[in-house]
């Protein structure tokens, strides 16, 4: 009997090894498998985020609402507040327009009030033939109600049946002009132009004293 050396038995080792192979699952040939496998639970984060994202809309409105409910009256008075002063502003303005124009053309000129309209104006007060090309007319704002509360003297200047200041010439305001005028809101906020006592012009204040 012959033994041969260098030629080793590898039959069951080769057979082991192939049986090994054929048992190992098989590894995925798509790459993309892994990729969505993990986004799934980036997905679910995402539509967590999402949803809380919505629930903090909702309150931030809810307490917008509340805050403008809160602040609307606060803001209509201040608007109201505005009006009132603008127009008093406005009011004493035309007054010294017509003062300054009765002493730089040298005749009377009429600042005149129709509470009914609630509206003022200025204008001569003999105007030339076809009316007066400086004359103004305005309307108080519909916020403000406007009043004339001292006649004065007992004769009140008036002009077309209207109660008016009437500044004269000389810078000075006629004695039988109304003393007080007032603008009032709804309110019930008030400003008074009160005569000067040296009848010179009118002075803004807020009371009637």
């Not at 790459?31 to 984060?45: E, F, K």
């Not at 809160?70 to 502003?89: C, H, K, Q, T, Y």
């Not at 004769?155 to 603008?183: C, K, M, V, W, Y």
Request: hydrophobic share 45%; charged share 20%; with cysteine.
């Amino acid at each position: 009997m012959t033994l041969e050396t260098g030629q080793p038995n590898n039959g069951g080792c080769d057979a082991s090894s192939q049986q090994g192979k054929r048992g190992a699952p098989a590894a995925s040939s798509r790459p993309g498998d892994a990729g969505v496998a993990a986004a799934l639970p980036a997905a679910g984060r995402r539509r967590h985020t999402e949803a809380f994202t919505l629930i903090e809309l909702i309150l931030v409105l809810a307490l917008l609402v509340i805050i403008t409910s809160l602040v609307a009256p606060a803001m209509s008075n201040f608007i109201r507040g505005r009006a009132l002063d603008s127009e008093a502003r406005r009011l004493f303005a035309l007054m010294h327009a017509g003062q300054s124009r009765a002493v730089s053309e040298g005749l009377p000129v009429m600042l005149w009030v129709d509470e009914k309209q609630n509206a003022y104006g200025l204008e001569a007060e003999t105007p030339p033939k076809g009316g007066d090309p400086k004359a103004e007319n305005l309307t108080v704002d519909e916020n403000v109600q406007i009043a004339v509360l001292n006649a004065g003297a007992a004769a009140l200047t008036t002009i077309r049946n209207l109660p008016a200041i009437r500044f004269l010439a000389d810078g000075t305001i006629d004695e039988s002009s109304p003393q007080t005028l007032r603008l009032a809101d709804a309110k019930g906020h008030a400003l008074w132009l009160i005569e000067a006592r040296n009848r010179m012009g009118y002075e803004i204040r807020d009371t009637d004293k």
